[in-house]
């Protein structure tokens, strides 16, 4: 896997979500960003420096420190939409060629650059929200997006450093359980049978937990007769 760009947000107007702005507009920068930790949600941080969210409630935090996407799937977005697809289209932070984002698991750490570079963990899949759609400007974004189920995750910083484009990125864990980004997002949106398959994934973050748990709780309507 290689980071093909490293993308930066610049605040734009938010009239989809009534929010002063928002930071899903990423550009490309030139040279090393450094890569920490922002601690927990609710603040606006982000794991990029000169990044940020404004949906604090939803976005940022430590589990949701980096965002990336591969772009392999914007290419295939690029020939379903008819519609060129620059890196950080989708608001990712960094834009990956050469590996099956998806199929990373959850608690999977990359490496980026050498040894010294930043240590990421796999967290979450991506939801799609109504900035997003309004974002992409494209009819049933949110219903198509969702539908495709490649939605390249979120990661957390485990060690943190520098990293630009064209650094190699190294999995050096992977953990012994099957849950997928493309899975856990399937399972969050459109398949909730495979719920209980999160629970042994251990890196998911808590809020996930809980809310997989109260889904869980829940007793299911029986068919009517």
């Known amino acids: 896997m290689q980071l093909l760009s490293?993308?930066?947000g610049r605040p734009q107007p938010n009239p989809w979500k009534r929010l002063a702005a928002t930071g899903i507009d990423k550009r490309s920068v030139d040279g090393p960003v450094a890569v920490a930790a922002p601690g927990p949600k609710g603040t606006g941080a982000v794991g990029l420096a000169g990044d940020r969210v404004y949906d604090v409630k939803h976005h940022g935090g430590d589990d949701q420190a980096v965002y990336a996407y591969a772009r392999e799937d914007l290419d295939r977005w690029e020939k379903e939409l008819g519609r060129t697809l620059p890196n950080g289209s989708f608001g990712e932070n960094l834009t990956t060629t050469g590996y099956d984002v998806n199929a990373a698991l959850i608690g999977e750490r990359w490496r980026v650059?050498?040894?010294t570079g930043p240590?990421?963990?796999v967290s979450c899949p991506r939801i799609p929200c109504?900035?997003?759609?309004?974002?992409l400007d494209e009819r049933g974004w949110m219903k198509?997006?969702?539908q495709a189920a490649l939605p390249g995750p979120y990661l957390r910083v485990i060690e943190p450093g520098e990293l630009a484009a064209g650094d190699a990125v190294r999995v050096v864990h992977r953990p012994e359980h099957d849950v997928t980004v493309e899975l856990c997002f399937r399972a969050f949106t459109?398949?909730?049978d495979l719920l209980p398959r999160l629970l042994v994934a251990d890196?998911?973050?808590r809020e996930d937990?809980?809310?997989i748990n109260r889904r869980l709780a829940k007793p299911r309507a029986q068919p009517q007769p």
């Open 6 to 8: 490293v993308n930066v």
């Open 113 to 115: 650059g050498g040894p």
């Open 119 to 121: 240590l990421l963990e």
């Open 130 to 135: 109504a900035t997003f759609a309004g974002w």
């Open 144 to 146: 198509r997006f969702t």
């Open 190 to 192: 459109t398949d909730p």
């Open 203 to 205: 890196a998911l973050p």
């Open 209 to 211: 937990v809980a809310s």
